[in-house]
């Protein structure tokens, strides 16, 4: 007992902290993808946090897997080369032990990772819908920060503000620069660039909203070029485009579970498949984690480290390979994800026996020569 618990000590604390490595790297590069699609217009910053709390759930349930993969090669690769496994062998620990032992931490991932991949996860993707439908109703004025050149759209519209009332309804010192394509004439003109004095925004009765300039001038033309047309005016009106706003989620995705059961559709069949594969990951990266981390003092403990890190992404792009596959109706429903999950069992098996397999069969073969 006193062994099953020094190991699981030194194998849960490796995984939090291999895992809050990796969730800084995976949380820093996406919330750098949703600031970069704040400044440009097409979302509210004051949502950017609650965006990344509810994606969390979503980012746990394949960091776990992959922490805890990382923490076995790295916890028992220091006890290797500290030589505590050889203390521990001479005792009676043998591999099969240490993947039993290893199993429990194991089991309490793989339940955090099933509630993460059948509860949690699909809640966060559908309150980051909820806030995608709010942002819909909203225009790029919306978004607007006063004081700031701000390219919005496709980066064809460039707008600056200096004031901005608190309500975001009220503008002064307005200037609008787009290149305008929508037709022949504009795209002649090539540039439409809007001066105001002031601006304010109008919702007409369809929902459309417009931001209505005061007091102001309008230059068309192409840059480079001294033919432009300037036009003065009190009012001109402006149609405010809604900014379209991509995440990369699927409806399916933010379905819960429970609706997925029992659905006949392929594609949701398959959704449930993955919910229920990543716990099943677990358990099978723990069975070839143990063998992997078993190195020579004199090799050093990241000698296995790539070869293992890249049969773990061997094991997941097989798996998305395969999830992809079954919602094209190329793997049977039967079959499913399954089979993947076979084929590292497998391998992990022959690893986990094939060191005493070899062993036993050195001995054999030694005692048939002195016998012989």
């Given at each position: 007992?006193?062994?099953?618990?020094?190991?699981?000590?030194?194998?849960?604390?490796?995984?939090?902290?291999?895992?809050?490595?990796?969730?800084?790297?995976?949380?820093?590069?996406?919330?750098?993808?949703?600031?970069?699609?704040?400044?440009?217009?097409?979302?509210?910053?004051?949502?950017?946090?609650?965006?990344?709390?509810?994606?969390?759930?979503?980012?746990?349930?394949?960091?776990?897997?992959?922490?805890?993969?990382?923490?076995?090669?790295?916890?028992?690769?220091?006890?290797?080369?500290?030589?505590?496994?050889?203390?521990?062998?001479?005792?009676?620990?043998?591999?099969?032990?240490?993947?039993?032992?290893?199993?429990?931490?194991?089991?309490?991932?793989?339940?955090?990772?099933?509630?993460?991949?059948?509860?949690?996860?699909?809640?966060?993707?559908?309150?980051?819908?909820r806030i995608l439908n709010q942002q819909d109703s909203l225009t790029e004025f919306d978004t607007?920060?006063?004081?700031?050149?701000?390219?919005?759209?496709?980066?064809?519209?460039?707008?600056?503000?200096?004031?901005?009332?608190?309500?975001?309804?009220?503008?002064?010192?307005?200037?609008?620069?787009?290149?305008?394509?929508?037709?022949?004439?504009?795209?002649?003109?090539?540039?439409?660039?809007?001066?105001?004095?002031?601006?304010?925004?109008?919702?007409?009765?369809?929902?459309?909203?417009?931001?209505?300039?005061?007091?102001?001038?309008?230059?068309?033309?192409?840059?480079?070029?001294?033919?432009?047309?300037?036009?003065?005016?009190?009012?001109?009106?402006?149609?405010?485009?809604?900014?379209?706003?991509?995440?990369?989620?699927?409806?399916?995705?933010?379905?819960?579970?429970?609706?997925?059961?029992?659905?006949?559709?392929?594609?949701?069949?398959?959704?449930?498949?993955?919910?229920?594969?990543?716990?099943?990951?677990?358990?099978?990266?723990?069975?070839?984690?143990?063998?992997?981390?078993?190195?020579?003092?004199?090799?050093?403990?990241?000698?296995?480290?790539?070869?293992?890190?890249?049969?773990?992404?061997?094991?997941?792009?097989?798996?998305?390979?395969?999830?992809?596959?079954?919602?094209?109706?190329?793997?049977?429903?039967?079959?499913?994800?399954?089979?993947?999950?076979?084929?590292?069992?497998?391998?992990?098996?022959?690893?986990?026996?094939?060191?005493?397999?070899?062993?036993?069969?050195?001995?054999?073969?030694?005692?048939?020569?002195?016998?012989?």
């Open positions: 007992m006193i062994v099953f618990r020094y190991l699981s000590r030194e194998l849960l604390i490796t995984l939090s902290a291999v895992s809050a490595v990796l969730l800084v790297i995976i949380m820093s590069g996406r919330f750098i993808k949703y600031l970069a699609q704040a400044a440009q217009g097409l979302l509210d910053p004051g949502v950017l946090l609650l965006i990344m709390a509810f994606r969390l759930p979503g980012f746990l349930q394949l960091i776990l897997p992959l922490g805890l993969f990382l923490g076995i090669l790295l916890a028992y690769g220091r006890l290797y080369l500290d030589s505590e496994m050889t203390v521990l062998s001479a005792t009676g620990m043998s591999q099969r032990r240490l993947v039993l032992y290893s199993m429990a931490p194991a089991a309490l991932v793989a339940a955090l990772v099933g509630w993460l991949s059948l509860g949690l996860a699909p809640q966060g993707i559908a309150q980051v819908d607007l920060m006063p004081g700031r050149f701000q390219t919005l759209r496709d980066g064809s519209r460039v707008t600056y503000t200096r004031e901005l009332s608190a309500d975001g309804r009220e503008l002064s010192g307005v200037f609008i620069s787009e290149t305008t394509t929508a037709t022949r004439a504009a795209k002649d003109r090539g540039v439409s660039v809007l001066v105001a004095e002031r601006g304010r925004q109008e919702v007409q009765d369809d929902g459309s909203r417009y931001l209505i300039l005061e007091n102001g001038y309008r230059y068309d033309g192409k840059p480079g070029q001294a033919d432009y047309r300037k036009i003065q005016y009190d009012t001109y009106g402006v149609l405010l485009p809604r900014p379209e706003v991509s995440l990369e989620l699927s409806e399916r995705e933010a379905m819960p579970t429970r609706e997925l059961l029992g659905q006949d559709d392929v594609r949701l069949r398959s959704e449930l498949q993955w919910r229920l594969s990543l716990p099943v990951l677990v358990f099978i990266v723990t069975l070839l984690a143990v063998p992997l981390a078993r190195v020579n003092p004199r090799q050093g403990r990241f000698l296995k480290l790539l070869p293992a890190i890249l049969l773990y992404m061997s094991y997941l792009a097989l798996l998305i390979a395969a999830r992809g596959a079954l919602d094209k109706g190329r793997i049977p429903m039967a079959l499913g994800l399954w089979w993947v999950h076979g084929v590292f069992l497998g391998i992990g098996l022959l690893m986990l026996f094939w060191e005493p397999l070899r062993l036993r069969f050195k001995k054999r073969r030694a005692v048939e020569v002195i016998g012989g």
